[in-house]
């Protein structure tokens, strides 16, 4: 009798999980506000989008598999999807990540420049993509990708293809984004150096944001004070690992967000960096 009873109530208890399921899959709606998370990856970079949309872009996958654990405190347990991959350059700290993530998440499609880099990880990122048949796709010029509710990432830099070329400074073959919805803006932009900072000052962009993702995680060759007025953002994100090997970030970079008036928030001290924003204004904790 109590064996029969106990079937019954499996039976309903399982049923009532699937329906909950079912209602919760049908009710959920994507956020409408925009989310950027600056993943605390260590000494590395890693930034997680959450489009008003729903779409999840993936910026840089960090130096090991920490951004896997990042991913999932920041994504729900059922969300394994990544609209969009974006590799701003094939440094370890910034491509080694993103192997484990071609591997336990669905990528949809990936943005790179194909510059030439012989380093282990990154052959092993680019033969992990062609076995799992995502897209790629070669950012070789400005170009606009929107991302609906009207959110668009615009791509500022490189202006030209660098596919199988090879520079002496791969940081200098970052590539530099600008994220916008509504009114907000933010300027995400890898490991770019002043050299490339004066490139983009001398094209005519427009280079303003409320948020800048300091450059190469806040160099003393990097973030001059020209660029850093021009940008005249009021909050700027450090990414880089707690007492690492590079003396990152440096205390003139520092000295030189501060005199632009940014409020600086840090991966290696606060951890990782949230921010929301409602197309009007923006809250980062």
Excluded at 94 to 112: A, M, S
Excluded at 194 to 200: A, F, G, S
Excluded at 207 to 217: E, F, I, R, T
Aim: proline share 3%.
């Amino acid at each position: 009798m109590f064996s029969g009873l106990y079937k019954i109530l499996l039976i309903l208890g399982i049923a009532a999980v699937i329906v909950a399921m079912l209602l919760f899959w049908l009710c959920y709606r994507a956020p409408k506000n925009l989310e950027v998370d600056f993943l605390d990856v260590g000494q590395g970079d890693a930034i997680l989008i959450k489009a008003p949309g729903g779409q999840n872009v993936l910026i840089d996958g960090g130096p090991d598999k920490t951004a896997i654990k990042r991913l999932g405190e920041n994504l729900p347990w059922w969300d394994k999807k990544i609209d969009l991959m974006i590799l701003t350059h094939p440094h370890d700290d910034h491509v080694t990540g993103l192997i484990e993530i071609l591997k336990r998440y669905r990528v949809e499609r990936i943005l790179y420049t194909g510059v030439t880099h012989s380093a282990p990880n990154y052959i092993t990122w680019l033969k992990t993509v062609r076995d799992k048949k995502v897209p790629l796709t070669i950012m070789d010029k400005e170009q606009t990708i929107n991302l609906n509710q009207g959110a668009r990432i615009e791509i500022l830099y490189p202006s030209q293809s660098l596919l199988n070329k090879t520079l002496t400074d791969l940081n200098d073959s970052s590539i530099i984004i600008k994220l916008i919805y509504g009114q907000n803006k933010f300027l995400l932009t890898g490991d770019a150096s002043e050299k490339v900072e004066k490139i983009l000052l001398e094209s005519g962009l427009d280079l303003s944001a409320d948020v800048l993702k300091v450059a190469h995680h806040g160099s003393q060759y990097s973030s001059s004070q020209e660029f850093l007025e021009k940008v005249a953002s009021r909050s700027a994100v450090i990414m880089a690992g707690k007492d690492n090997d590079f003396g990152h970030p440096s205390l003139r970079a520092i000295k030189r967000l501060e005199r632009a008036g940014m409020e600086i928030f840090r991966t290696d001290l606060n951890g990782t960096v949230k921010a929301f924003s409602d197309g009007l204004k923006i809250k980062i904790k």
